[in-house]
């Protein structure tokens, strides 16, 4: 399977959204990684539903959302309704798990569980079956544009092994400190999806960086 580039647009400009989306629209890329904080979770507050809401008519791209928030099932239907595709949460902010798992698919979602670089894979053993996507946090979760974490490679490979003794075919996206500079490395180890922000809105040409991203 090709790999899947999913802009982030917490590093576009909020002045003019509309032309963002209307740039990942035209460009290969299949998803548009939408990342919401709530100051609690992470130490950031970035944007939420009625954002989401709005620029869903702009697009038929799969919005994929990406949750930092504390007490994501009390706003599970409330994302699928304002267009989520593909709803994520943390492991660390879950007690439940996996009713919170259940909750998304049965809202019609795909359902994601997200780990923060501290977690470690096997937390995710038992509900590697039920979900659609693992988010691996290769940044400590609430900022755009930081350093990319090496260990990343080794935990990829952990959860490739966990993933088959499961039987699960859950994609594997990388979030955090993604570009040309690692993209090609991620690919080979084992990534099926490449979250984008500062090295797509951050480039001098946007569009080029994500048609040179999607040919890795
Ligand atoms: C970080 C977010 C990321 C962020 C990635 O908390 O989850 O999705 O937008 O930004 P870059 O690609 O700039 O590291
Ligand atoms: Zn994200």
Redesign the pocket.
Known sequence: MSHIVAP?L?AADFTDLKSAVAMVDRSPAPWL???VMDGVFVPNISFGLPVIQAIRPLTKKVF?V?L?IVRPDNYISAFRDAGADVL?VHAEACPHLHRSIQAIKAAGMKAGV?INPHTNVTVLEDVLADIDLV?M?SVN?GFGGQKFIERTYSKIAALKELRTRASSNALIEI??GVGDMNAKRLIIAGADVL?A?NSVFGAKDPAQAIVSLSGK
């Open positions: 982030s917490l990684h939408l990342d994929d990406h930092m994520t997200a988010c946090m979760p979030d955090g979250v922000g």
